[in-house]
Each structure stands twice: as structure tokens, then as C-alpha cells.
């Protein structure tokens, strides 16, 4: 079955602890992003790739950072998680940019 | 400053009738538009999409059109039914190196009545 796959699902960690939340689609899709939702402000990008070893970022990047070392993975990585990253995350992938994007379930992170 | 504006935060619908939902843009590069459906506890789902070089785009129910010099968009889906409740997002893509850049607007909540 064609998807994203992020893991974990949820998760409740402690403010400074240096977190990875995985992504990884089977569609071998050029593009992948990651968007984090909160209530008000809609959804909003994180950091973006085109391609292997290419990335960007995207709307609200601070804190966050992101690897694209293979076409099928694209790890996000809080190195100092703090409370304000308090969020719900998806991870999403598109074979092109007219394509829109096919998103993960979501991961839901709590910072305390 | 928002890119992608939904000015409407729910909408309510009685089943059968049209449902609009509306989306304003404020950059003239984007040239792409989509619409998405997220569900409570689902990632979005994409719906339909156009492209900046048309003003209508069809897919069943579900109508999208675009008004460039007016920089809006909107959705039309005809004829709602329950089914269809879910918060709905409008978004815009650039140009280019840019393509990646997928800006969403905050979303508006269609409620469709039974």
C-alpha cells in the first residue's frame, strides 16, 4: 500500500531532550515536507526537500532540523525540544509539484 | 504575514445544498492552488487542484475556481452531504526553486447537516 509512515505516533518528552521523529514514504516520490498543526493557525511548513541532499525551509523552521539522505526517508530532528514545540506533525510526500502532497497520520508531541 | 487566507472558520450546510468554502491570496507568483480534507486524527487528503493558467477546475462534486485579478479561489461542492464534514484547507505554491513551498491557509470546518 502506497504511504507515509511516520513514527512514533505520539509522543511526551522532556524540554532539552533531543528527539527524531521518522518519515518514510514508498512511492519514491521526489518531494517531502514536514508541516506542524496548531489550533488557529492552520498548518504550517517546518522544512521542505526536493531531492536527496536537497532541503529547505520552509515557514517556521527555527528549532527543527531535517536530512534527506536517502529519496525515502526524511527524519525531523528537535535537537532542544522546548514547550512551544508543543504540536501536532506530519510528514508528507509528492512525486511532483503539481502532484500535491500525500500525508502521514500525524505525530502528536508534547513537550513539558 | 498570511500568503493564504480562509476568512471563514466553519461553515454549516444543510445535506443536499452547495457547499462554498473561500480562500484569498495575496502573492501573484503562486501558480498552483490546492484543496485539501483533513478528518480529526488523519493526515489532510489532497482534493483538487488547479493551476494558475485556469479558472475552473471539475472533479465530480467538487469545482474549484479561480479569479486571478481578484486572487481568490473557491471550492464548490455540489451537492454536500454529511460525509463531507471535515475542515478544509486552500494552498498556494510558488515558482521554481520554490515548488516545494506549499503554504496553506488556516482552514474553515464544514459542518453538512442530515
Known amino acids: 500500500e502506497a504511504q507515509v509512515t511516520q513514527n512514533p505516533r505520539y509522543l511526551i518528552t522532556v524540554t532539552g531532550k533531543k528527539l527524531t521523529v521518522t518519515c518514510s514514504q514508498n512511492m519514491n516520490h521526489e518531494y517531502m515536507s514536514w508541516y506542524r498543526q496548531d489550533p488557529g493557525l492552520g498548518l504550517r511548513q517546518i522544512y521542505y526537500?526536493?531531492?536527496?541532499?536537497?532541503?529547505d525551509k520552509g515557514d517556521v523552521p527555527e528549532g527543527y532540523k531535517v536530512s534527506r539522505k536517502e529519496k525515502r526517508n526524511f527524519p525531523l530532528i528537535l535537537e532542544s525540544p522546548s514547550p512551544n514545540q508543543t504540536s501536532l506533525y506530519f510528514c508528507?510526500?509528492?512525486?511532483?509539484?503539481?502532484?500535491?502532497?500525500?500525508f502521514g497520520s500525524g505525530t502528536r508531541l508534547t513537550v513539558v | 504575514d498570511q500568503q493564504v487566507k480562509q476568512n471563514s472558520p466553519s461553515l454549516s450546510v444543510q445535506e443536499g445544498r452547495i457547499s462554498i468554502l473561500n480562500c484569498d491570496y495575496t502573492n501573484s507568483m503562486f501558480d498552483y492552488f490546492l484543496w485539501y480534507k483533513k478528518y480529526p486524527a488523519e493526515g489532510p487528503t489532497f482534493l483538487i487542484s488547479i493551476s494558475s493558467i485556469k479558472d475552473k477546475n471539475e472533479d465530480g462534486r467538487f469545482t474549484v475556481f479561480l479569479n486571478k485579478s481578484a486572487k481568490h479561489l473557491s471550492l464548490h461542492i455540489v451537492p454536500s452531504q454529511p460525509g463531507d464534514s471535515a475542515v478544509y484547507f486552500c494552498?498556494?505554491?510558488?515558482?521554481?526553486?520554490?515548488?516545494?513551498?506549499?503554504?496553506f491557509g488556516k482552514g474553515t470546518k464544514l459542518s453538512v447537516k442530515p
Open positions: 508528507a510526500s509528492s512525486l511532483s509539484a503539481q502532484g500535491g502532497y500525500t
Open positions: 494552498a498556494a505554491r510558488g515558482y521554481g526553486g520554490s515548488q516545494g513551498n506549499l503554504i
Open positions: 526537500s526536493m531531492n536527496v541532499e536537497v532541503t
